[in-house]
C-alpha cells in the first residue's frame, strides 16, 4: 500500500524508522535483530537509505526486499546521483518485483570533489525524479525530503520552500524532514507547504542523540543546525557524567520535542534509528506511543 495513504488512514500518532543497510554480510545476523526488537513500536513503515556505489545500492535493494518479507511496509531511498531513465526504471522494476512499493526520490549529493553540474545524470532536481516515477510506475508510493532548516545549498530560505512545494506537487504523497532541534523551524515549513496549496502529510525526521562526536558529525554532514543551549547542555552533560549524561540529556530533549510536535498536529514521527534501538525503544516508552 502507498505510504501517503497509510499515513493518512493510520491512528496516530505513529512512529516510522530508517534505518542504513550494513556494508558486510557478516552484520546482516545483527542489523535484523535490531530490526526485530524495535517491531516493539509498530512502526507504521521502514525505510532504508540509498549509497553511492552499485554495491551499495544493492544493499539497499536487499534489505528492503527482505523487510518486506517480513511483513513491514518498507521504503528503499533512490537517489539520482548520476543516474540514467534505464537505471532508475530497472531499480523500481526490482523493488516492485520484491514487493516494495514504496520509495524516497532523492537527488543525494555529489561525489567528494565534484559539483552537482558535474554528477547529476539525466535527472537535474528531485521533482524531475519524482516525475519520472509517477510516469513509469504511476501506482507507486513517492517520498521526498524537506529541510526545516532550508538544505544547505539553497540560495535562499523562500527559493528552498518554493522547491520543495514543487517536488510535492509534481507527484509525491508525502514528505520526511531532515533532522531538526528547533519545532518551530517545522512549524514554518508545513505553514509555507499549506500556503502554497500543498497539503500532504509531513513527517518530522527525530535524531536520538547518541553522542556528542556523532552529533556533530551528523550535523556537519547534513547542514543541520541545533540550538546553542541544547548543544551547551549537551557539553555540560558530558562534562558531569560523560557519554552515559549526553544520551540522557539528548533523550530528555527528544521526548519533549516529540510532544511538541505532537501537539502542533505532526501525524508521527520518523526516528533515524542509526541501526541503534535502545534509544529508540526507550523514547517510545517515555513518550507513550
Ligand atoms: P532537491 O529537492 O533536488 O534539492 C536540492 C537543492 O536544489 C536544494 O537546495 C533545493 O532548494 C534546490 N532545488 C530544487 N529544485 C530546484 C529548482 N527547480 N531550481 C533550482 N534549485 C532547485 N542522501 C543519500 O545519498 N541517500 C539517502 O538515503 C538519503 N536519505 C535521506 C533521507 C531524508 C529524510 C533526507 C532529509 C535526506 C536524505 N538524503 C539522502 C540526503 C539528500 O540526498 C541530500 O540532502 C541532497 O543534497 C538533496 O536531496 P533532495 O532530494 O532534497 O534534493
Redesign the pocket.
Known amino acids: 500500500m502507498r505510504i501517503g495513504t497509510l499515513i493518512r488512514q493510520a491512528e496516530r500518532p505513529f512512529f516510522s524508522l530508517?534505518f542504513f543497510p550494513p556494508a558486510e554480510e557478516s552484520q546482516l545476523p545483527a542489523f535484523y535483530a535490531a530490526v526485530e526488537e524495535l517491531r516493539a513500536l509498530r512502526p507504521l513503515f521502514v525505510s532504508v537509505?540509498?549509497?553511492?556505489g552499485g554495491s551499495r545500492q544493492r544493499n539497499t535493494l536487499a534489505v528492503t526486499a527482505e523487510l518486506a518479507r517480513r511483513g513491514l511496509t518498507a521504503m528503499a531511498?533512490l537517489?539520482c546521483?548520476g543516474a540514467q531513465p534505464g537505471d532508475i526504471a530497472a531499480f523500481l522494476r526490482e523493488l516492485r518485483g520484491n514487493g516494495v512499493d514504496n520509495v524516497?526520490?532523492?537527488?543525494?549529493?555529489p561525489p567528494k570533489g565534484q559539483t552537482w553540474e558535474s554528477a547529476c545524470g539525466a535527472f537535474r532536481?528531485?521533482?524531475d525524479l519524482v516525475r519520472f516515477i509517477r510516469e513509469t510506475e504511476p501506482d507507486m508510493g513517492i517520498g521526498?525530503?524537506?529541510?526545516p532548516a532550508?538544505?544547505?545549498?539553497?540560495a535562499t530560505f523562500a527559493?528552498?520552500r518554493l522547491?520543495?512545494a514543487?517536488?510535492l506537487a509534481a507527484g509525491a504523497d508525502f514528505a520526511?524532514?531532515?533532522l531538526f532541534f528547533d519545532v518551530r523551524e517545522y512549524e514554518a515549513l508545513v505553514a509555507s507547504l499549506r500556503e502554497r496549496g500543498v497539503d500532504v502529510p509531513v513527517v518530522p525526521?527525530i535524531l536520538p542523540i547518541q553522542s556528542l562526536d556523532a552529533l556533530r558529525r551528523v550535523l556537519s554532514l547534513?547542514g543541520a543546525n541545533i540550538p546553542g543551549k541544547l548543544y551547551l547542555e549537551l557539553e555540560e552533560a558530558h562534562a558531569a557524567g560523560g557519554a552515559e549524561a549526553v544520551r540522557e540529556a539528548g533523550l530528555a530533549f527528544a521526548v519533549r520535542q516529540i510532544r511538541r510536535l505532537m501537539d502542533m498536529g505532526a501525524p508521527g514521527i520518523?526516528l533515524y534509528t542509526l541501526n541503534k534501538p535502545g534509544l529508540c525503544r526507550r523514547i517510545a516508552e517515555e513518550v507513550g506511543f
Open positions: 530508517e537509505t540509498y549509497g553511492a531511498h537517489t546521483v524516497l526520490a532523492l537527488r543525494g549529493d532536481h528531485t521533482a521526498v525530503a524537506a529541510y532550508p538544505h544547505p545549498e539553497s527559493l528552498d522547491h520543495t514543487e517536488k520526511i524532514t531532515q525526521g547534513c520518523h
